[in-house]
Nanobody
């Protein structure tokens, strides 16, 4: 059974930091890229970062570039999202998801498209107070 389980969310003051974890199981980790998305109330789901497990390539949305860092521990099948300098506008439910790396997949073009992802975690709430 494919599972993605997020953890590490919580309440933090503006300027603070959190580290989210995404533990994956039930599929071959190297065959997927893992993306992080977030969704605030009344807003569309936003792709914020992605890492390709096979070659370590990373991708970021402009809204988080320079503040968030994605990393992967392939031995643990776990992806992390280190979030620094958090802002109130970062408040959202954060999801991780698995993007299948097929022969035709050009990750840089598709990583932020939620519909390209096969599997999703249940989400973890991040709340940043001002």
């Amino acid at each position: 059974e494919v599972q993605l389980v997020e953890s590490g969310g919580g309440l933090v003051q503006a300027g603070g930091s959190l580290r989210l974890s995404c533990a994956a199981s039930g599929f071959t980790f190297d065959d997927y890229a893992i993306g992080w998305f977030r969704q605030a109330p009344g807003k569309e789901r936003e792709g914020i970062s992605c890492i390709s497990s096979s070659d370590g390539s990373t991708y970021y949305a402009e809204s988080v570039k320079g503040r968030f860092t994605i990393s992967s521990d392939n031995a643990k099948n776990t992806v992390y999202l280190q979030m620094n300098s958090l802002k109130p506008e970062d408040t959202a439910v954060y999801f991780c998801a698995a993007l299948p790396l097929e022969l035709h997949t050009i990750v840089v073009l598709v990583w932020a498209r939620a519909y390209e992802y096969d599997h999703w975690g249940q989400g973890t709430q991040v709340t940043v107070s001002s």
